[in-house]
C-alpha cells in the first residue's frame, strides 16, 4: 500500500539511502486510499505446494489503478508460478479506502490457480471508519 502511493522514483531514493544523503531528498505521495489483499498458497503459513501455474496476471494489470506486486513467485518454462507462501500483494488505489478495496478484488478475482487462498475482509474496519467519518 504505501509503494503505489509513491510518485516519486524509488531508485534515485534508494541510491540516496545507500550514500547518505536521503535527508536531502523530497518525495512525492500520491494522497488517494490504497489496499492490499495478499494471495497465499493453501495451506500456508503451515505446508503449501510449490511450482503450480498462475494464470489471470495479465487481465488483473488492466485493472484501473491496481497493481500486483509478486512475492513468491517465479517464471517457469515463460509461466509464471508460485514458490513462496504469501505469493502475491494485490494492491489498488481509490478516492476511498472503499473504492480502493473495490479495485483490489477486482484485479485479485482475476488471478488463479490451485488452492489459492486470500481474505475477503481486507479493510472492513477502514471502511467502517470512513462511513461513520461521512455520516
Known amino acids: 500500500p504505501i509503494l503505489i502511493r509513491m510518485k516519486s522514483d524509488i531508485l534515485p531514493l534508494l541510491e540516496a ?9 523530497t518525495i512525492e ?3 488517494r486510499a490504497s489496499l492490499c489483499v495478499v494471495m497465499a498458497a493453501g495451506g500456508y503459513p503451515g505446508s503449501y505446494e510449490k511450482g503450480l501455474e498462475i494464470k489471470g496476471l495479465k487481465k488483473a ?3 484501473k489503478d491496481a497493481v500486483v506486486f509478486h512475492a513468491g513467485t517465479t ?8 514458490s513462496g507462501g504469501r505469493v502475491l500483494g494485490v ?6 479506502v472503499s473504492e ?13 490457480w490451485q488452492d489459492a487462498y486470500y481474505r475477503r475482509d481486507i479493510g472492513h474496519r477502514a471502511i467502517a471508519r470512513e462511513k461513520n467519518t461521512n455520516e
Open 61 to 63: 494489470a488492466k485493472v
Open 29 to 31: 505521495w500520491d494522497s
Open 75 to 82: 517464471l517457469k518454462s515463460d509461466k509464471v508460478v508460485s
Open 91 to 96: 494492491t489498488a488505489l481509490g478516492k476511498t
Open 100 to 112: 480502493a478495496q473495490s479495485r483490489a478484488y477486482e484485479a485479485t478475482n482475476c488471478i488463479d
Open 17 to 25: 539511502s545507500a550514500s547518505g544523503s536521503l535527508a536531502d531528498k
